[in-house]
């Protein structure tokens, strides 16, 4: 299997652009995971779906941030306007949610970076 | 709501010599646990998990760790290290999710222990 599949691996944009984040999730994985590590705050949970839908997006930080999951394999983070406060390495992780299988499997990341 | 506490941000410990690196979590149930990798510029690999059972978990590269319930512990042990486990290690908490599936919400992390190895 590839693995979790994220694109860019690395982004760099200027204050107030859109950025889009993409992952592909490893086949047959139902439940599907953004998360954002900083030197600040390490690694925090964004949103995670299952069977692409949006289960739990409190850990999204504002409003200019939204993830969607219009299929089984493909997910998109998206942030309009961004920030530079929102620099940080981005991932996303899949699981198998079937009983005894929670162990979450990320992709390499993306590396942002809002100048 | 569930924490995860990395007393140690970083470790040396010389090539050959055992390794523990502790983790410590808040949690009112049996919480699903994990140590995770991390190389630099790479993602985050899995090296063990503990779910039930057998509180002593074995995972790849030589790692296990043990479950404490009693301690609110579940610390990494490598009996001789390699330079090569030099990276960035995370414990994290899970939990069966509420609200679907039957799979796991989302993970807590720790804040890792950066770990060097002198030659």
């Known amino acids: 299997d590839a693995g979790v599949i994220q694109s860019p691996r690395h982004e760099v944009t200027e204050m107030g652009q859109e950025v889009t984040l993409r992952c592909k999730p490893i086949s047959g994985h139902d439940y599907l995971f953004w998360y954002r590590q900083t030197m600040m705050r390490g690694l925090e949970l964004l949103i995670y779906f299952n069977n692409n839908v949006p289960i739990d997006d409190s850990g999204m930080p504002e409003d200019r941030f939204s993830a969607k999951m219009p299929n089984a394999s493909f997910s998109t983070l998206k942030i309009q306007p961004s920030e530079p406060r929102d620099s940080a390495v981005y991932f996303c992780a899949s699981s198998f949610g079937g009983e005894g299988k929670y162990e979450q499997y990320f992709g390499p990341g993306t590396r942002l970076t809002v100048t | 709501a569930q924490s995860v506490t990395q007393p140690d941000i970083h470790i040396t410990v010389s090539e050959g010599a055992s390794l523990e690196l502790r983790c410590n979590y808040s949690?009112?149930?049996?919480?699903?646990l994990f140590w995770y990798v991390q190389s630099p510029g790479q993602g985050l690999q899995l090296l063990l998990k503990?779910?039930?059972?057998?509180?002593l978990v074995q995972g790849i590269k030589g790692f296990e760790a043990e479950f404490k319930r009693s301690q609110s512990s579940f610390n990494l042990r490598k009996p001789s290290v390699h330079w090569s486990d030099a990276a960035e290690y995370f414990c994290a908490v899970g939990e069966v999710s509420m609200y679907s599936g039957g799979g796991a919400d989302g993970l807590t992390f720790g804040k890792g222990t950066h770990l060097i190895i002198q030659p």
């Open positions: 949690y009112g149930a049996t919480p699903y």
């Open positions: 503990y779910f039930s059972g057998d509180t």
